[in-house]
């Protein structure tokens, strides 16, 4: 299963066969990177894009059992979603009355200084621009 062997094989270049020895090649460290690409004509993507299909199709069937997932993840009830919306609600009800304050406080202080330095800061609707 060296190099040589697989680059006889030129009409499976595109098999599933053909992709797994030279997956399994790279991952057994018989060949590196650049040997692959310079004596297959694989790009080192290519290569990472197959290393990850490899581990997804081959192995981690067999390194992690489908009962593992099942077991660890949370199943979403309806009684938890509802509490995390209330939750959510809450919180933007209490962001939206620190808002409102907030704006009444820059109304005020806006006000403060138009009355004490006799100077219009806000700018009223409706009025044109003078141009130069």
Same mark, same amino acid.
Request: charged share 30%; glycine share 0%; aromatic share 12%.
């Given at each position: 299963?060296? =190099? @040589?062997?697989?680059q006889r094989n030129k009409k499976s270049r595109q098999s599933?066969?053909?992709? *797994?020895?030279?997956?399994?090649i790279y991952r057994a460290e018989i060949s590196n990177m650049h040997e692959i690409h310079q004596h297959l004509h694989i790009a080192p993507t290519e +290569? *990472?894009?197959l290393n990850r299909w490899y581990f997804k199709h081959r192995l981690r069937p067999y390194l992690f059992s489908h009962s593992f997932f099942k077991q660890t993840m949370k199943k979403k009830t309806d009684s938890s979603? +509802?509490?995390a919306l209330e939750k959510r609600l809450l919180?933007?009800? *209490?962001? @939206?009355?620190?808002?409102r304050l907030k704006a009444e406080a820059f109304e =005020?202080? =806006?006000?403060i200084a138009e009355e004490e330095f006799k100077i219009p800061i806000l700018k009223k609707s409706g009025t044109v621009q003078p141009k130069n």
């Open positions: 299963m060296y =190099i @040589n062997v697989l599933v066969s053909f992709k *797994r020895k030279v997956v399994e +290569l *990472r894009c979603y +509802l509490k919180e933007a009800e *209490r962001e @939206n009355k620190f808002l =005020i202080a =806006i006000q």
